[in-house]
C-alpha cells in the first residue's frame, strides 16, 4: 500500500535572513515507499544547496520520515518568490507544498 506523505515546508526566519543565510527546511513524514525530493524556485528546478537526510524505515509501520534544507544567501533568496519542495513517490502524483515569500 502507498502511503502519501505529510509535506510541511519553513521559510527563513528573519533573524536568519539578517545575517545573511536563508536556510528553507522540507519535511516529510510518514510515507511508503521510499520517495525522492525536488525543489523549485519560481517554478525552475534548484540543484544546489540542497541537503536531504532520510530517517530508516520505521520498524513499527515501516514508513519512512526526511527532512530537506535548501540553503541560500539572503538576498538570492529575496530575489524569488516562490519556494516549493515535492516529494514524488514512483508514479503516483507529488505531494507539493510552497510558499510565497511576499505571503510570509
Do not use: M
Not at 516549493?84 to 503516483?92: F, H, I, K, L, P
Amino acid at each position: 500500500a502507498t502511503l502519501a506523505p505529510t509535506v510541511l515546508i519553513f521559510p527563513p526566519s528573519p533573524a536568519e535572513l539578517a545575517t545573511g543565510t536563508a536556510t528553507i527546511v522540507c519535511v516529510a513524514n510518514k510515507y511508503f515507499p521510499d520517495g525522492t525530493v525536488t525543489w523549485q524556485v519560481d517554478g525552475k528546478p534548484l540543484t544546489t544547496g540542497i541537503e536531504t537526510s532520510k530517517t530508516p524505515q520505521n520498524s513499527d509501520d515501516c514508513t519512512y520520515n526526511l527532512s530537506s534544507t535548501l540553503t541560500l544567501k539572503s538576498d538570492e533568496y529575496n530575489s524569488h518568490d516562490e519556494y516549493t519542495c515535492q516529494v514524488a513517490q514512483g508514479s503516483g502524483s507529488p505531494v507539493v507544498q510552497s510558499f510565497s515569500r511576499k505571503n510570509c
